[in-house]
């Protein structure tokens, strides 16, 4: 049988061959991908013709080609649908990547060939216009940056660290996904499932059966706050939901805890990183991370950090003091607590909006269609037409053809928004194909999301955190299929990690918009939109909380502990752990008891699994952009736009910023698109902190 993935695919916009695809397909293809690109490279080096943009930055960019196309079919279909053989592939491959990875980023004749271009170009004997100029100093800095200039004995210990390291990182994923699983809280006594719906209950039982179980099953999501806890009216339960999701990884007692206990991988992972930038001549992994971000030093991100935490741990005190108010009257006795803190958070108390009462109205085809696609329509132009005869990754992703207003093809994005026990938490977009002139590609995006599946005859209805994420994500997928650059390196999302969050999170503002929201939030029995004063409310309760907002800065205050410390400092094992997370914490002044982190590290995916080791910040960074450019949508809007979704101001944020990609410095593309930096005073306003925390 032809391996589909050793060549181009024939089908539509160069989608693989999912149909036919086998995990086997994978591994031969991965294999041969590596040999043909250090091929490509070695003749690329030896050359003897002089460097030009053609036989050296193009050449770079095609050399890996079968790789490219075999990992990036293979990383979404894992991430979204594991199984045994896509976990033994990618413990095997996970460190052969990074020694193939290591032996182009060592090689000096590759370093001397990119050299000798910037040389000729500097000379004036080559032109180089902007993304050549980009694209060039981007890969000496990575050569610099990775340990070219190390002696023999220095190069052969990178080698290895990098090796254990990706080796580490795939199996503390693998514990994440199978621990999760395992924490599944199992009920068997309905009376304690209170609060929540038919619909709700149905697909509890659903996922109990679908465990061989009695009863109903509430599994977990990724982060710790678990959404179900909104709902839950019996205190015991929401107890046992709220400790299994904090105590995930930790050890715990009895075997299947200790069977997904992470803290030695995690530890050990902390360790090597500390090891790696003290050997590459960085402090820290820290600041090795910041120096490629739009932050450039750690002083800056413990500053923006360090500015928020005391207005942010005053907000949450606040809000703590009114929920034990409301606590007290509903049971004297009981002293607030962590699993109380949602609940309690999302019951109508007169000056709060109970985003619950938004779900019979948030059927997920009438948000993807009326609402996300809709609101990239008005804003760009660009039209979504399912395609049933491709098929996704799973048979679950739906695949859809995406229009210029012309009728010109633009793109493809996958949507897989329900979550599965081979998935993994959380949501997140990825690239299959890159956008590139270079390559005459057009775009293929994913959305993958975790929204709890219907039972069989039920709706797919959504909490409002479901329908945010699901605009998040789409964010990403726009800046993906918009991308309007040369190099497929630098397409889309390739951007540095403390500004890849920046569209994304403006994308969530027209979740809120109210002429969308009367559009996509219908009631899924009656079709009757959403009341026009739920609306009213809904959008002026939009100011972020002290709990949305401490949760995720202990979050980020715990990475950046994790890749400050010194070795030396760092626990020597997994039983240091929640001493370390307590410690650093407290140092920072948010230790705050009632919120824990939004992820602990013993989760953590996003710093140990994923590409935000001391980068969880960026999530902040990008948000201070996006307040800036929400504020600039507002001034763009008129009478019948207020909120700016207009294609004037949709076309400018396209061409002056989505569409660069990464093909220039991310600041300052956002100053040409902005005329200014960003104004931070926009961010503070949302939080509730004022211009006094500037």
């Known amino acids: 049988m032809t391996n589909p993935l050793l060549a181009p695919s024939t089908l539509p916009f160069s989608l693989p061959d999912y149909a036919n695809l086998t995990d086997a397909h994978v591994r031969e293809a991965a294999e041969a991908g590596m040999t043909e690109q250090l091929e490509a490279l070695r003749a690329l080096a030896d050359d003897p013709e002089p460097a030009t943009v053609e036989n050296v930055l193009h050449a770079w960019e095609t050399s890996g080609a079968t790789l490219n196309r075999t990992l990036s079919a293979f990383w979404v279909a894992k991430s979204a649908d594991t199984n045994d053989e896509r976990d033994a592939i990618m413990a095997e491959f996970a460190p052969r990547l990074a020694a193939h990875g290591d032996t182009i980023m060592l090689d000096p004749s590759l370093y001397a060939r990119l050299r000798q271009l910037r040389d000729r170009a500097d000379a004036g004997e080559v032109e180089l216009d902007e993304q050549d100029e980009f694209v060039l100093d981007e890969r000496l800095r990575d050569y610099e940056r990775g340990g070219i200039t190390l002696d023999a004995p220095g190069q052969a210990r990178l080698r290895e660290l990098n090796a254990e390291l990706a080796t580490l990182s795939t199996e503390f994923d693998r514990l994440l996904v199978t621990g999760r699983a395992a924490a599944a809280v199992h009920v068997t006594d309905e009376a304690e499932l209170a609060g929540l719906g038919e619909d709700d209950r149905a697909g509890l039982r659903e996922a109990a059966q679908a465990k061989g179980l009695d009863g109903w099953l509430i599994t977990l999501t990724n982060t710790t706050g678990q959404p179900i806890l909104d709902s839950l009216e019996h205190r015991g339960l929401r107890e046992r939901v709220f400790r299994a999701s904090v105590d995930r990884g930790l050890g715990g007692s009895g075997d299947a805890a200790e069977e997904h206990d992470t803290r030695d991988i995690l530890v050990r992972i902390a360790r090597l990183r500390a090891e790696r930038a003290t ?26 950090l360090a500015r928020l935490a005391p207005g942010v741990v005053k907000l949450a ?102 979550t599965r026990p081979t998935k993994k938490g959380g949501a997140w977009m990825t690239s299959i194909v890159d956008q590139s002139h270079l390559l005459g590609d057009l775009p293929v995006v994913t959305n993958t999301c975790n929204v709890p599946p219907p039972a069989p005859g039920s709706p797919s209805l959504m909490t409002w955190t479901n329908v945010i994420t699901l605009f998040h994500e789409f964010g990403h997928d726009l800046h993906g299929l918009l991308s309007d650059v040369r190099y497929p390196s630098r397409s889309g999302t390739s951007v540095p990690r403390d500004f890849v969050e920046f569209p994304s999170q403006v994308n969530e503002i027209w979740a809120w918009e109210p002429a969308l929201l009367e559009r996509y939030a219908r009631h899924h029995q009656t079709g009757e939109p959403i009341p026009g004063e739920w609306i009213e409310q809904l959008v002026a309760s939009r100011t972020e909380t002290g709990y949305h907002t401490i949760e995720l800065l202990k979050a980020m205050i715990l990475d950046q502990a994790w890749h400050q410390t010194p070795l030396a400092q760092l626990p020597e094992d997994g039983s240091g752990v929640e001493d370390f997370e307590a410690a650093a914490l407290e140092r920072a002044g948010v230790a705050f008891p009632l919120v824990p982190p939004r992820y602990r590290s013993a989760y953590f995916h996003h710093i140990f699994g994923g590409g935000y080791s001391a980068g969880y910040y960026s999530y902040l960074w990008s948000e201070v952009m996006d307040a800036d450019t929400v504020a600039w949508f507002r001034e763009q809007g008129d009478d019948d736009h207020p909120g700016g979704m207009t294609r004037d101001a949709g076309d400018l944020f396209r061409r002056e910023l989505l569409g660069r990609g990464g093909s220039r410095e991310a600041l300052q593309t956002y100053r040409e698109f902005r005329g200014a930096d960003p104004d931070v005073s926009h961010l503070l306003a949302r939080l509730g902190l004022g211009a006094d925390a500037s």
Not at 279 to 304: F, I, K, P
Not at 352 to 368: G, W
Not at 384 to 405: C, I, P
């Open 317 to 418: 005190q606040r809000e703590a003091d009114a929920l034990a108010q409301r606590l007290h009257a509903l049971d004297p006795d009981a002293t607030l607590a962590g699993w109380d803190w949602q609940h309690l958070a999302a019951q109508d108390s007169g000056d709060a909006f109970d985003t619950a009462r938004l779900t019979p109205y948030l059927e997920f085809e009438q948000v993807l269609h009326n609402g996300v696609f809709a609101a990239a329509t008005a804003l760009y132009g660009i039209t979504f037409h399912e395609r049933a005869d491709l098929v996704g990754y799973t048979e679950a992703a739906r695949v859809f053809e995406v229009h210029e207003e012309d009728g010109s093809a633009l793109g493809v994005v996958i949507i897989d928004p329900y």
């Open 279 to 304: 050997l590459l001549g960085y402090e820290h992994h820290a600041s090795y991370v910041h120096q490629v971000g739009c932050a450039r030093t750690t002083s800056a991100v413990n500053d923006l």
